[in-house]
């Protein structure tokens, strides 16, 4: 704005207050006109801008324009996510006249860490990671200077002053070239921990059958896929189907990992994403990114951490936990303040739905379309986030993970009072899951202090993350599908049909719940639930199945005693276990390494070329309530399979009988209602194919359809709907 208005030699000021940023300008109508539409047109690439208001004052007689001090508390505190490089710093870094050539830390104000570097608001040099790196005179220039592109960057540097990288094998420091030698490990076959923006990745060379199969043994990761980054755009395009939505998501400012259908003949090693027609691909982000890859290169880079911690950021640790699963640890000196993980997006339907929301877009503000106390939410269990809230304006936290170690725990807990110090929001009460056993539930207790802990049910505050994301309060018919969430009546819900709005819910209908013997087992076995299906169902046992043979002579009568007892048992609606068990059903997947394997297996085979017609779901009035009934699709998905149907053709006949049953039971509430909003949320509707069926089929029946497109459809959305919950409850 000094720029723009000294441009255009206007007087006046601008500064920060508790709404936004406010600007006066005087001069020439033409200047103060011309001012107004560059305001926007010009908008630096980081900025944000929500709505532009203005208003005609008198003339008062200013002759200079002045920048004001925000007074200490006077302003809404917003925090920048880290940026990706710019092509004005990238020009730079390669261009050997410059005193930057192939400097790691290059930024500007364009671009470069934020989020990641930051420590305290409100943002300057001086608290954030680089406050230890005293600029020399040439950068502390650029910094001074409104007219410089670094004009008040606070991560300025050079390879004078700034920053650098070195790389650590067995123990010590390798001489000469870092980034030479770290490509010559990958090139070999080796993995490096590779110090990055938010955290360590692990890469290795994703064309390597052995190098992989290498990583995965180490990382004790058996099958979940490894996410890639192609050294640029044409060679994400040899890996993976890039349309122009997923090409412009890749670039975008966040760069995040964009989740798309994977070419058939591409040069990644299997082991990759075994059982998978989809990759995970992102472009380099940083300048180090930039110096590491060459055009052809496609490199894992998987999350530096031992399985299921947190992403590691220190030096330190990096040698403690990262040590044994690296050849070679490539670190440099800028803190990392807060472990921020990569974010992915899956791509669609012409468009883009989040899987995890962080790095790129943690701590973007969301405008609320309702008014909230100061609220903090802990979210769920699994892919935990947490939001915290005043006013008209919540804040989600980056990925913190799944609440099932120390270490993970630790950092929730870090990220709670993050949240509260850096947006100056003293939360008057928490919200958290109804689940009893969710730790992010313990926590708030534990840490309410004499404030209001508000319990919200699961797929509840699954509904309202869809209307908080969309501004909208008005009563939905809310699919809700995951594969565990607490319920009111003390069963695993997760199958459910909620109609209401952000003030409560009716469970207008579900399906019908089965068994799940030994519950945790189960989820790690799937041919236990496909058991459980087919003996409540009414089908019986035939060795010829895949699931039956599974199990085995023993285990079977273990089964068939807990399933009739009752014993160790739990009863679920969940939609996410009745994928497992048609997974397991259909001869695709008997056990699973990592959440979801199931049924993200059998999305991947669903074959739409072959004959056969949906499925049919019988849904019953229960008392006046819907109840969805797969007796049909079990005993079909059963006979096909024994008749040698193609897996791929039954789980396409599955997905379209599914789509069909939410039409039907959205019809039959909309008939006793009125409500033609249908909503689809819960992690089940990750699931691409399903959500482009399902939407095609509630729009034909004249619905208006919304979908996730800003925060997670799985339990990493969950916070945001609690903080809606909480606004309206009470
Ligand atoms: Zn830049
Ligand atoms: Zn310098």
Not at 430 to 449: I, T
Not at 499 to 528: C, I, K, Q, T
Not at 669 to 697: H, K, M, P, W, Y
């Amino acid at each position: 704005m000094y720029g723009l208005a000294t441009d255009l030699e206007l007087a006046g000021f601008v500064g920060n207050d508790s709404i936004g940023v406010f600007v006066e300008v005087e001069g020439a109508t033409t200047a103060v006109e011309a001012f107004a539409r560059r305001l926007v047109a010009e908008a630096p690439p980081a900025s944000l801008i929500d709505e532009v208001a203005s208003t005609v004052l008198e003339p008062i007689g200013s002759y200079d324009f002045v920048i004001l001090t925000s007074q200490p508390g006077s302003s809404t505190t917003l925090v920048s996510p880290d940026l990706d490089i710019c092509d004005d710093c990238l020009a730079e870094m390669n261009d050997p006249q410059n005193r930057r050539h192939r400097y790691p830390f290059i930024n500007c104000t364009n671009c470069g860490p934020r989020f990641s570097i930051i420590a305290e608001t409100p943002y300057d040099r001086s608290s954030t990671t680089m406050a230890e790196f005293a600029m020399c005179t040439m950068c502390e220039a650029e910094y001074s200077d409104p007219f410089d592109r670094r004009f008040h960057a606070q991560p300025n540097a050079c390879p004078t002053c700034g920053p650098e990288v070195w790389l650590v094998r067995d123990g010590a420091v390798v001489e000469g070239d870092s980034i030479a030698a770290t490509r010559s490990i990958i090139a070999s076959g080796g993995t490096v921990a590779i110090k990055g923006l938010g955290g360590f990745h692990l890469a290795c060379d994703a064309r390597s059958p052995a190098a992989v199969r290498q990583l995965r043994d180490r990382k004790g990761r058996a099958a979940k896929p490894f996410a890639v980054m192609a050294a640029d755009l044409a060679t994400a395009r040899e890996i993976a189907t890039v349309d122009e939505t997923s090409a412009d998501v890749l670039t975008s400012q966040a760069h995040p990992i964009v989740v798309m259908s994977a070419r058939p003949a591409s040069p990644l090693a299997d082991a990759v994403a075994p059982g998978n027609k989809t990759i995970g691909v992102m472009l380099p982000y940083t300048p180090l990114h930039h110096l590491l890859m060459e055009s052809g290169d496609v490199w894992v880079m998987t999350s530096g951490n031992r399985s299921s911690e947190p992403i590691v950021i220190e030096n330190d640790s990096a040698a403690d936990r990262l040590g044994e699963l690296s050849d070679a640890q490539l670190l440099h000196n800028r803190s990392i303040q807060r472990p921020v993980d990569d974010s992915v997006v899956r791509s669609y339907g012409g468009g883009v739905s989040p899987i995890r929301r962080s790095r790129g877009f943690a701590p973007y503000p969301m405008r609320l379309g309702f008014e909230s106390r100061p609220a903090l939410a802990v979210g769920g269990e699994l892919k935990a986030t947490l939001a915290i809230a005043a006013r008209s304006q919540a804040f989600m936290s980056q990925h913190i993970g799944d609440m099932e170690n120390v270490e993970t725990l630790d950092t929730f807990a870090t990220t709670a009072n993050d949240l509260s110090r850096l947006f100056r929001i003293d939360p008057e009460v928490l919200v958290c899951d109804r689940h009893p056993r969710y730790l992010s539930r313990e926590w708030a207790y534990a840490n309410a202090d004499g404030r209001t802990v508000i319990e919200v049910q699961h797929h509840h505050a699954h509904i309202a993350s869809l209307l908080a994301e969309h501004r909208r309060n008005e009563p939905v018919i809310g699919f809700a599908f995951d594969g565990t969430g607490y319920g009111l009546d003390g069963t695993i819900w997760g199958g459910e049909v909620l109609v209401g709005r952000l003030n409560g819910f009716e469970r207008a209908g579900h399906l019908a719940a089965f068994e799940l013997p030994g519950g945790d087992a189960a989820v790690a076995r799937p041919y236990r639930t496909a058991l459980s299906l087919l003996r409540r169902f009414g089908v019986p046992w035939d060795i010829g199945l895949p699931a039956v043979a599974a199990a085995g002579t023993t285990e079977r009568g273990v089964l068939a005693h807990q399933i009739e007892s009752g014993l160790n048992t739990v009863l679920t609606s969940s939609v996410g276990r009745l994928f497992d068990g048609v997974s397991s059903l259909a001869g695709v997947c008997q056990t699973v390494s990592y959440e979801g394997q199931a049924a993200i297996e059998l999305e991947a085979i669903a074959d739409f070329s072959m004959p056969g017609a949906p499925y049919e779901f019988a849904v019953v009035d229960v008392d006046g309530t819907l109840v969805v009934d797969p007796t049909p699709v079990v005993t079909a998905v059963a006979r096909e399979t024994l008749a040698g149907a193609a897996p791929g053709a039954i789980s396409a006949s599955f997905h379209r009988g599914l789509a069909n049953a939410v039409r039907d039971v959205a019809v039959a509430v909309r008939d006793s209602t009125g409500i033609s909003v249908a909503g689809l949320s819960g992690g089940v509707f990750q699931n691409a194919v399903l959500v482009e069926l399902t939407v095609d089929a509630l729009t034909a029946a004249g619905f208006d359809v919304l979908t996730h497109r800003y925060v997670p459809a799985n339990d990493g959305g969950l916070a945001l709907g609690q903080i809606a919950l909480a606004a309206h409850i009470a």
